[in-house]
Each structure stands twice: as structure tokens, then as C-alpha cells.
T-cell receptor, first 112, second 112 residues
Framework: QQQVKQSPQSLIVQKGGISIINCAYENTAFDYFPWYQQFPGKGPALLIAIRPDVSEKKEGRFTISFNKSAKQFSLHIMDSQPGDSATYFCAASTGNTGKLIFGQGTTLQVKP | DVKVTQSSRYLVKRTGEKVFLECVQDMDHENMFWYRQDPGLGLRLIYFSYDVKMKEKGDIPEGYSVSREKKERFSLILESASTNQTSMYLC???????????FGPGTRLTVL
């Protein structure tokens, strides 16, 4: 049973375009929603995170949009660059347990 | 900079062998985690530890055990390796007061 569902599985975007990755969750007790970025041969690294008390968080070209009623959140990458080509994982957790439930991952390719 | 290191990048073992995967972090973090990463399934939590000599089962603990005798070191043990344990294994750590998990580079284990 996948508590966090991520789509699409893969994404190809032209340089300068907008990349959008979506996640949906089931457990309404989740209160922390991070996105991790993973380059080939490396471990995942935190990219950006949000808590459900806000609907949007922006850090540079990366934005999380959060819809609590729909139990969905998404990552938007503006002005996508070839260096953004990586695998992206959404995740969710409850309280301060640190127990992250990850989505299935999205492989993003940004074409020059 | 937080550094999480894993003892091997690549490991090949035979079915039935006992396998040890080691993880060391240098930031005095209380919490440590072991995940496995499989295509299309994302990262799944095997075991985690809130502090020395403490351990809790994650979502897929079957076939695995862990050991945490020192704060900086968290070991994952496959008592009798099976082919369905062929996977990428990722270790992570975090301080108990913050959300961010810091990942090691991973160990790609192949069980023949």
C-alpha cells in the first residue's frame, strides 16, 4: 500500500520550460512534506520542504504548491536547466518521528 | 558539512551469505535510518534508530536486522542473503531536533 503516490514516473522538459511533479497522500496526519533530489551515483538531498499551514513555498526556481483539502502537493521547477536533470522524490511524515514515506520517484530530463 | 559514509559502493554476495552494511555519520546525529531503493518503488524504510542501542522496525524489516553500538555507526545485517534483497541500500541520519535527513551515497548490493 503506497501512502504517497507520485507522478509522472518520468518527465522530459526543454531547457527554460516548467517541470511539474505531483504527489498525493492518504494519511491526513502527515504534517511535513519534503522533496528530495538525487543525482546519479549520489544519495538523495533535501531540496525544499513545506508544512500544511502554508499553501506555497518558494526557494529560487523551486516552488512547492500544497492543497490540503485535496491531499496533494506538487513541485514546480521554473526555467528548468540541464543541471536539474535528476530523480525527484516527494515524501511525507508525521510529527517528529523522522519516518519518511517516499513517493515512487520521477526521473527528470531537461534537454538543452 | 554533514557527512554520511557507507562502507562499500558495490557489493556482490552469494545466496545464504551473511552480509554487513556499515554506515557512519560525523555530525553526532541521534537518529539514523536504513532504506532500500528500488525502481518504481521509491525509498522504503527498513529500520531506524533514535539513539544508541535503540532500534525500531520500519515498513519492510523482514530478512534484516540492525545494530547500533556507537552513536556514529549504524549497521544493517542480512542474516541470510536472498536474491530478492538485490537493491540499492541508503543510510541516512538527522539530529532529533530537525527534519532534514542526510543521506550517504548508497551501497548497490547484488545477491547471486
Amino acid at each position: 500500500q503506497q501512502q504517497v503516490k507520485q507522478s509522472p514516473q518520468s518527465l522530459i522538459v526543454q531547457k527554460g520550460g516548467i517541470s511539474i511533479i505531483n504527489c498525493a497522500y492518504e494519511n491526513t496526519a502527515f504534517d511535513y512534506f519534503p522533496w528530495y533530489q538525487q543525482f546519479p551515483g549520489k544519495g538523495p538531498a533535501l531540496l525544499i520542504a513545506i508544512r500544511p499551514d502554508v499553501s506555497e513555498k518558494k526557494e529560487g526556481r523551486f516552488t512547492i504548491s500544497f492543497n490540503k483539502s485535496a491531499k496533494q502537493f506538487s513541485l514546480h521547477i521554473m526555467d528548468s536547466q540541464p543541471g536539474d536533470s535528476a530523480t525527484y522524490f516527494c515524501a511525507a511524515s508525521t510529527g517528529n518521528t523522522g519516518k519518511l514515506i517516499f513517493g515512487q520517484g520521477t526521473t527528470l530530463q531537461v534537454k538543452p | 558539512d554533514v557527512k554520511v559514509t557507507q562502507s562499500s559502493r558495490y557489493l556482490v554476495k552469494r545466496t545464504g551469505e551473511k552480509v554487513f552494511l556499515e554506515c557512519v555519520q560525523d555530525m553526532d546525529h541521534e537518529n539514523m535510518f536504513w532504506y532500500r531503493q528500488d525502481p518504481g518503488l521509491g525509498l522504503r524504510l527498513i529500520y531506524f534508530s533514535y539513539d544508541v542501542k535503540m532500534k525500531e522496525k520500519g515498513d519492510i524489516p523482514e530478512g534484516y536486522s540492525v545494530s547500533r553500538e556507537k552513536k556514529e555507526r549504524f549497521s544493517l545485517i542480512l542474516e541470510s542473503a536472498s536474491t530478492n534483497q538485490t537493491s540499492m541500500y541508503l543510510c541516512a541520519s538527522r539530529t532529533g531536533a530537525a527534519d532534514t535527513q542526510y543521506f550517504g551515497p548508497g551501497t548497490r548490493l547484488t545477491v547471486l
